[in-house]
């Protein structure tokens, strides 16, 4: 009991860990484009959206719930300590990997990906959950052209309404409008990634013996958010360059729809339980508006490379994972 307990320690600090990177690594997308029209300095916008994640992060526990029994049964899963211990290390490596890179890719796709690894190398394919596991899938692709057809509509009403107002003063006063929707999106975030980590600590707490339900506990969901709201404050510089300036030049008009296009859909998914990826529904937020304002304005070689790196992070991570199980399976 006393070896399950460290384990479950390590675990705890394991998720924490990746939650403070998802906080640097996906949190830049939520405040890149208010950065790049400069609406906020970068100091202000980080510390602006490290409250408003921590706020999104403490409101609700759907997605958690998700994440605890809808990939794979925490009550049953085989080694389900060493399967939860080698998600963890396989989706900290890849998001550590593109963000060294300043690649926007999905922690949501890594942490999946790999959850279903380590659970196939431990019990094969039948240990997934595939109603849930599915329904996931289904989310994270549906999402980011959902949220492309938000941020091209969004962009397009505006066009329409604001066509016989003069240009830089709707974009100034667009640019104090940003710091809202800058916030908002902070907060949406909040609300669903933040909640992928409470999830497999409460997996892990289960299949270890020490929680009974899939309810999540205080402590997790408040150290989960504080984790993240680090690692907001810590930034990531290299992506919110790429994703507020090299798939489109992003102006406040432009920033304000980009904003309210992606918070509909991640609160969308949140309110239905569903994990999705904001870096996918950020990113192809823009690109709806990059569109409907000028189809070659949009840099679409930047837009290929992370459309790339979204369709392989899935089967790597899942890789990494199983490879990982069976290095720790040797020692624990």
């Known amino acids: ?53 921590f706020i999104g992060a403490i409101s609700f526990t759907g997605v958690a719930k998700t994440i605890t029994k809808d990939i794979v049964d925490p009550f049953s899963i085989p080694h389900g300590e060493i399967v939860i211990l080698a998600a963890l290390l396989a989706a900290i490596f890849w998001n550590l990997l593109t963000w060294y890179f300043g690649i926007p890719s999905s ?39 959902l949220a492309f057809a938000a941020g091209y509509t969004i962009y397009t009403l505006f066009k329409v309404f604001l066509k016989n107002l003069n240009l830089s003063t709707t974009n100034r006063n667009f640019r104090f409008l940003q710091v809202a929707t800058a916030a908002l999106q902070s907060y949406t975030h909040g609300t669903n990634d933040a909640q992928k980590s409470m999830g497999i600590i409460t997996m892990a707490l289960i299949a270890n013996g020490f929680q009974s339900g899939d309810d999540v506990q205080l ?23 790429t994703v507020g300036g090299k798939i489109m030049k992003i102006k406040p008009v432009n920033g304000v729809a980009a904003d309210l296009g992606s918070v509909i859909v991640i609160f969308g998914a949140t309110f239905i339980h569903l994990p999705v990826s904001t870096t996918h529904v950020i990113s192809s937020s823009i690109l709806g508006v990059g569109t409907a304002h000028r189809i070659k304005g949009v840099k679409w070689d930047t837009a ?4 790339i790196t979204w369709i392989i992070t899935l089967p790597i991570s899942a890789a990494v994972a199983a490879l990982m199980f069976f290095i720790l399976n040797l020692f624990l």
């Open 304 to 307: 290929q490379r992370m459309i």
């Open 107 to 145: 922690s949501s796709h890594a942490l999946i990906g790999s959850i279903a690894g380590a659970a196939i190398a431990s019990a094969g394919f039948a240990s997934i959950e595939y109603g849930g596991f599915v329904t996931i899938i289904i989310g994270l692709i549906a999402s980011p052209f």
């Open 219 to 241: 402590w997790v969901q408040v150290s989960c958010a504080l984790a993240m709201a680090i690692g907001t404050s810590i930034g990531g510089w290299k992506i919110i360059k």
């Open 1 to 53: 009991m006393e070896g399950l307990f460290l384990i479950t320690v390590v675990i705890v600090l394991a998720a924490l860990t990746f939650d403070l990177i998802n906080g640097f690594h996906d949190t830049a997308n939520a405040i890149a484009t208010s950065v790049s029209t400069k609406a906020l300095k970068p100091r202000h916008a980080i510390l602006l959206a490290a409250v408003m994640n």
